[in-house]
């Protein structure tokens, strides 16, 4: 195997990253004009697969899953009560297997490795929610946009186009030189925010709203 690149991230450095990732995630689900900053998620993933070995990626990555899984999907609890654990185990586990597989390409393929990101994302998160049995669809990256401007706009791409999309552009901005990363990573999410404005509100639609807890499809 050959050796990490240049400028391999230290682990404290990296709990740092997947700390303002995680709470990037929350702020874009939680506030509509903050929905840009899920871009800031996806960049916050890159630097931890310069890791210096296969296990802390591997553990890292599970911690930021449940991170932030865990309180989007805290109904779980009620429902399960202790088995959410598992349940949210299980979704962190496909963030923990994307970060192993990153680390892999870019330490084979050094920089050019970096290519693979998005089209690794893209994969798993297809397979996560399309092709197990579970199909754990919930809190892809794409669907913090559902019903806005940037999904009319790109909604050739769906959910997971976007979220490949996007992906690719946290790559970019994290291959660049760094005044050039902020810019581009800044003038992204911003872009994203504005775009990912509610078109309509749900709760004007038919002049009346409707409370719904929970809806399991058992086809």
Known sequence: MSSLPAG?????????????????FHLAYE??????????????????????????VFYLGFAVGFGIYSPQLEFFWTIFNAAAIALW???????????????????????????????????LEFFRSELYYLRFSWLTPGLVFSGSEL?????VLGVYGIGCLLFG???AAWALPLKFRVTLLAVAVLGASILGRQVRPLDSIGGSSV?????????
């Open 169 to 171: 552009i946290a790559v």
């Open 89 to 123: 185990s299980v979704l962190a586990l496909w963030v923990a297997l994307f970060l192993l597989l990153s680390r892999q390409a870019v330490v084979h393929f050094g920089r050019r490795g970096l290519l693979l990101l998005p089209v690794l994302w893209l994969g």
């Open 8 to 24: 391999s991230v230290s682990l404290q450095k990296a709990i740092a990253w997947a700390f303002v990732g995680v709470v990037c």
């Open 151 to 155: 999904a009319n706009l790109l909604g």
């Open 211 to 219: 409370q719904v807890a929970g809806i399991q499809m058992e086809f």
């Open 31 to 56: 506030f509509d004009w903050l929905r840009g900053l899920i871009l800031g998620f996806l960049f916050c993933l890159v630097p931890l697969v310069y890791l210096a070995t296969n296990r802390r």
